[in-house]
């Protein structure tokens, strides 16, 4: 293996355990950014803390306690962040993976005379690895994005099972998840 492909590898690897280790440095598990609608149009926005049997616990921006009666909530939106930047990420790096290992088996080209000089092994590993990497972190954004859009619970107007189901859903995102 010549000195080119070994620092390919040696950089890929480094990049790799970068990429990976992100969930090791995580803090505390947050609750999802919710804004919510009350019937009156008053708005309140905050981190969801719990669901509770008929209102939604919020911490507002200030550090504040804000409760909402599920009853007085006419929509909830739930504000997700992009995942854009974390799909083109992680679409790059398999991209990449897989062009390389496709330059990597197609070998070295054969030597003709009178035609442009062979591509070698090292050149084709870097040159799918970056061109079908590139694919992968356009489709991975697009995927990234999708992932990422904003979630609108319309409750006035559902019923009791519908607003149950619903805060079941919100019950996976607070961050007590298990109130009683």
Known sequence: MNPISKKFISVFLVFSLMMLSVNLYAKERRGA?????????????????TVKPNSLLLLDTEGKDMSADIKEIEKILNVKKSKLLLGAGIGFLCGAVIGALIGYLQGE??????????????????????????????????????????????????????????????RKKARIRDYK
């Open 33 to 49: 950014k919710l804004i919510i609608t009350k019937k009156d149009g008053q708005q309140i926005e905050g981190e969801l803390i």
């Open 109 to 170: 080209d054969p030597v003709v005379r009178g035609v442009p000089p062979p591509l070698s092994v090292e050149d084709k590993v870097l040159g799918y690895g970056f061109y079908i990497g590139f694919s992968g972190a356009v489709l991975g954004g697009i995927g990234g994005a999708i992932a990422g859009t904003d979630k609108t619970i319309q409750i006035n107007g559902m019923t009791n099972s519908e607003i149950q189901e619903a805060l079941d859903y919100l």
